[in-house]
């Protein structure tokens, strides 16, 4: 079990923090409306390996069976002072580009003492996916943002 949450200690350490000279590989970092959003993506098959031996099995719901099944996660960060958000809603449509794409609720998610949002998409093969972001905070307006990831390749 400690070596699966070090695996993904590590994958979401990577997804959330590559420079962004990497970031079409392991996620996008954009700016939006005073804030920072670092996304990043694991296949749920690397997390289905294990995931009868940790709590970031049961994570929405637990893990799909299927490969073609991707976690997006998201860490919010304020621009101007670096603070992480913790205390956010956040709604993500995700799809191959030219479609609607299913939404879903990004659940928070505790990982070593951080919050960090996510949940499962079906993301084949085919690609580019576009993610829409609406992100609420109590007593401010909503915050939309929109991503890009290449296709997905390499299901694991």
Same mark, same amino acid.
């Given at each position: 079990?400690?070596?699966?949450?070090?695996?993904?200690?590590?994958?979401?350490?990577?997804?959330?923090?590559?420079?962004?000279?990497?970031?079409?590989?392991?996620?996008?970092?954009?700016?939006?409306? $005073?804030?920072?959003?670092?996304?990043?993506?694991?296949?749920?098959?690397?997390?289905?390996?294990?995931?009868?031996?940790?709590?970031? $099995?049961?994570?929405?719901?637990?893990?799909?069976?299927?490969?073609?099944?991707?976690?997006?996660?998201?860490?919010?960060?304020?621009?101007?002072?670096?603070?992480?958000?913790?205390?956010?809603?956040?709604?993500?449509?995700?799809?191959?580009? $030219? @479609? $609607?794409?299913?939404?879903?609720?990004?659940?928070?998610?505790?990982?070593?003492? @951080? @919050?960090?949002?996510? =949940?499962?998409?079906?993301?084949?093969?085919?690609?580019?996916?576009?993610?829409?972001?609406?992100?609420?905070?109590?007593?401010?307006?909503?915050? =939309?943002?929109?991503?890009?990831?290449?296709?997905?390749?390499?299901?694991?």
């Amino acid at each position: 079990m400690q070596k699966l949450t070090i695996a993904v200690s590590i994958a979401l350490t990577l997804a959330l923090t590559v420079p962004a000279a990497l970031a079409g590989h392991f996620g996008e970092r954009v700016q939006a409306d $005073g804030l920072i959003i670092q996304s990043g993506m694991v296949p749920s098959g690397l997390l289905q390996r294990h995931a009868g031996e940790s709590p970031e $099995g049961s994570m929405h719901g637990g893990v799909p069976a299927s490969p073609e099944y991707h976690h997006f996660m998201v860490a919010l960060f304020d621009k101007d002072s670096g603070k992480r958000i913790e205390d956010a809603e956040v709604e993500a449509t995700v799809g191959e580009v $030219g @479609t $609607g794409g299913k939404t879903k609720e990004l659940e928070p998610m505790q990982i070593r003492g @951080t @919050t960090t949002f996510g =949940n499962y998409f079906k993301m084949g093969e085919k690609g580019p996916y576009r993610v829409r972001l609406t992100i609420r905070r109590a007593g401010e307006e909503a915050v =939309n943002a929109t991503l890009t990831f290449p296709g997905i390749s390499g299901h694991q």
